[in-house]
């Protein structure tokens, strides 16, 4: 076999490792929030992996998400 048979066929096989990784959530949320644990629920139901983080001040997250004063705060990785 060719080299560059070999490193494709490696390159093809680690890549393909990639579609079986499970999506992570990190969900900053309110603690008084209902909807917000239950959408977690939902998720997790999916197969998702769901990280909650309950916050009462909302600005260093924002800052550090590079994320608008006026937006909700949902990712996923």
Do not use: R
């Not at 490193?7 to 603690?31: D, G, N, R």
């Not at 644990?37 to 197969?47: P, R």
């Not at 916050?55 to 004063?69: A, I, N, R, T, Y």
Request: overall charge neutral; proline content about 1%; charged content about 20%.
């Amino acid at each position: 076999m060719k080299l560059t048979t070999k490193v494709l066929a490696f390159s093809l096989t680690m890549a393909s490792f990639s579609v079986f990784a499970k999506a992570s959530i990190e969900l900053y949320k309110s603690p008084t929030c209902g909807c917000c644990s239950e959408w977690a629920e939902i998720m997790e139901e999916k197969g998702y992996e769901v990280h909650v983080h309950h916050q009462s001040d909302w600005s260093g997250v924002k800052k550090s998400l590079v994320c608008h004063s006026n937006y909700n705060l949902v990712t996923v990785q």
